[in-house]
């Protein structure tokens, strides 16, 4: 194998690397931001059960006239 080939495969090698490495950072980022979108739904849910929760004891107590 002479060298010129050896460099080549090197590139070759590095290149691939690149790219693994790319599709990983993406993947990853892409499952931070869905967490992130699932949190955010959640807490949404968790403010409006409560919101719920307060206007019913309100109601129960007359509070709510």
Do not use: C, I, L
């Not at 790219?19 to 807490?43: H, L, V, W």
């Amino acid at each position: 194998m002479n060298t010129e080939n050896m460099s080549y495969q090197a590139g070759q090698a590095k290149a691939e690397t690149k790219e693994k490495a790319s599709s990983m950072a993406d993947k990853a980022s892409s499952a931070a931001q869905s967490a992130k979108e699932s949190m955010e739904e959640a807490g949404a849910q968790m403010q409006a059960k409560a919101r719920d929760t307060m206007d019913s004891m309100k109601d129960a107590t007359g509070m709510n006239k």
